[in-house]
């Protein structure tokens, strides 16, 4: 339908909105046609007060901004976000669900959300202020405080290898957490970094670690696994007797008999009970080596 006086611009939209624009420019047209002449110029003067078209505009769906909307104004933070936010990589909406509250006062912990709003009870609730080590809420591990500053705090979140630590003193009891855990919170160092020429060749930490844990570095233990080689170093005597016997423990590892921690010592009876002897006869005796001599050899006195 096309309305003398406005043209075609309502050709082809919806039949309500045709109908209310009827509505609302008949009774114009009336009068416009009682003046005749002034005719064109007033209806282009009245048009933009056309109510129909005004709400027109809120029949429509609005969706809620996306991330990437929030991210052409607040780029800086999308780019944090998607490059240090770790597990923080949710949509800005998901934490922010009322935003742009530029009412005057209102203070900015009413701005934006709460770390316990999704946090509740995280560190045994120990440390309450959030961002005083979690320097940036939209990455909060990135942004984690340095080592040092975390130094009078490390037991207070792991107080088992503190603990640990004092119990089995050692050499590294005398240090600091963060003069091995040093520059970011987490950080573990290689053995090497203070031990450059250590008993064993070094290959890794892991390497070290199976004799060795880093804070209780005393307490030896050891698996089935450990040639006799890395025993050498320290034990030449035995293990050039073991080597040059060519008796049945020749075949043996160190491990085999000084089994699992460091410094145990077997004795014969646990896997040779009294051997071929007669027990009455070994009551004459102080004992199997009396005969049998150096374990490792196994040369019999005498001969
Ligand atoms: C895991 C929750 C979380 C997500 C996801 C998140 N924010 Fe935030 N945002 C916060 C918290 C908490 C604060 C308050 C930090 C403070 O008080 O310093 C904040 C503060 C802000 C601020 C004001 C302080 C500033 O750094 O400028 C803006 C702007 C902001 N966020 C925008 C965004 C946008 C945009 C996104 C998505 C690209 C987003 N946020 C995603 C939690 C989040
Ligand atoms: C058209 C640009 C624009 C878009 C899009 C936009 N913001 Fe903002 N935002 C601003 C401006 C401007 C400020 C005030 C100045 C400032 O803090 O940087 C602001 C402030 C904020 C703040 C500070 C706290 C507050 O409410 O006053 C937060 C939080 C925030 N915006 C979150 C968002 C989120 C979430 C989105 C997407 C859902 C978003 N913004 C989309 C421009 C924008
Ligand atoms: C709207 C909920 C929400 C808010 C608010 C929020 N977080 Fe988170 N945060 C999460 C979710 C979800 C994870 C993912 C891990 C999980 O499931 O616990 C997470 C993970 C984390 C992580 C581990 C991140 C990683 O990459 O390993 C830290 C640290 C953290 N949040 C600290 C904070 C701090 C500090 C604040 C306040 C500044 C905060 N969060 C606010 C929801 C939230
Ligand atoms: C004294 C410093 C400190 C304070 C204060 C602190 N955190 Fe942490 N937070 C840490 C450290 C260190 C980690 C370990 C980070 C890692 O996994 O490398 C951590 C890890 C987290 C994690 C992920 C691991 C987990 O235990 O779930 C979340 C979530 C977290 N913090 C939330 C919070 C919230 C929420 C607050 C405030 C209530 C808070 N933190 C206060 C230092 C702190
Ligand atoms: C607020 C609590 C908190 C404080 C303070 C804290 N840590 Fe942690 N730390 C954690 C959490 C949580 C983890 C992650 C534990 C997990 O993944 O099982 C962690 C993990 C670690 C790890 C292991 C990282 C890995 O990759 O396995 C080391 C090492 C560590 N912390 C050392 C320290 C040292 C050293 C300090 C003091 C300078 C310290 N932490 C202070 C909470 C804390
Ligand atoms: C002599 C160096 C050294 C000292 C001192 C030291 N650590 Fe460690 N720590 C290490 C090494 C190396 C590792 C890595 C172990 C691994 O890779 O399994 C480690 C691992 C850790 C871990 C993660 C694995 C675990 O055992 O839970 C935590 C937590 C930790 N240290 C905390 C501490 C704290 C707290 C202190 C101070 C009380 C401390 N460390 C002192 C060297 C040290
Ligand atoms: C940041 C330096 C540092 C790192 C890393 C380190 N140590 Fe040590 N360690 C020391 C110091 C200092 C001593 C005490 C002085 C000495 O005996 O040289 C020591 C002593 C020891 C001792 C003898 C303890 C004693 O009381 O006689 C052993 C065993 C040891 N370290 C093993 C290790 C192993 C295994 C690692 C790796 C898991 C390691 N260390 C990592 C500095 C370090
Ligand atoms: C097969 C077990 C074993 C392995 C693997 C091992 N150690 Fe040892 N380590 C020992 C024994 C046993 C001692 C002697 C302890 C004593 O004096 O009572 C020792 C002593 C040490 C000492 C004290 C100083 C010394 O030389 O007498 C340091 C430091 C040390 N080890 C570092 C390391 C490092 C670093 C590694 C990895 C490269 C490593 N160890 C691998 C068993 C091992
Ligand atoms: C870094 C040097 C070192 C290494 C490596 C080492 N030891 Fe020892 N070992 C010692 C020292 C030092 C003693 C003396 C400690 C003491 O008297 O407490 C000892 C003591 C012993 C003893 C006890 C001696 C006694 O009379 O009580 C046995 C058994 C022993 N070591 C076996 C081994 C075996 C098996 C290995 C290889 C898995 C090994 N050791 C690796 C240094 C080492
Ligand atoms: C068949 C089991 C057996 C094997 C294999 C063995 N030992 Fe022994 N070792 C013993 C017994 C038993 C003693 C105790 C001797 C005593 O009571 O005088 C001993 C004593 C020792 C002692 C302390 C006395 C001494 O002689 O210095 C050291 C150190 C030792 N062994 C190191 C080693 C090393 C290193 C190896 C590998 C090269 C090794 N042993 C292999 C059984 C064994
Ligand atoms: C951890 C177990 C173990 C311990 C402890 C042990 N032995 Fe043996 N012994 C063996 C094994 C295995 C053989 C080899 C058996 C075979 O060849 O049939 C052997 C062989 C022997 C033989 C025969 C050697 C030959 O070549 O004819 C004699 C003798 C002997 N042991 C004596 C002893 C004496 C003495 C002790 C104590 C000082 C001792 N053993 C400790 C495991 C052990
Ligand atoms: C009076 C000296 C003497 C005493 C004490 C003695 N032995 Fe013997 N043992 C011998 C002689 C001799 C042989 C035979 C020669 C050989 O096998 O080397 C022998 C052989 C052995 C054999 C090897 C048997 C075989 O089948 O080849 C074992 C195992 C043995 N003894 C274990 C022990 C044990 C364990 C003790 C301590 C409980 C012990 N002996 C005490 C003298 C002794």
Redo the contacts with the bound molecule.
Sequence with gaps: MIIPGLGNRFVGKEKFRMKSAVRCVLPLLAAILLVGAALPAMAETLRPLTPGEGAEVYRQQVEQMSTVECGKCHYEIFTLIRDKGGLHQLECRDCHNKYHTFTPGLAWKDRVPACNDCHEGVHEGNFPQCLSCHQQAHAPIVSLVAADKLAAD??R??A???S???EHPS???E???????HDRH?F????NE?HPEPHVAFQS??EC?KCH???T?LLIAFGDEVENQVCQGCHEKPTAVLAASKKGHAALKCVFCHAETHGNIPNCQQCHGNGPHNPELLKGFSGCLECHGDPHGLTLSGS
């Design positions: 490390c037991g979140c792991h088992q290898v503190s640990a630590i004092q050499g590294h009891t240090m600091g957490c963060t003069d091995c855990h987490g573990k160092p290689g053995c203070c930490n892991t670690m844990q880093p804070h570095p």
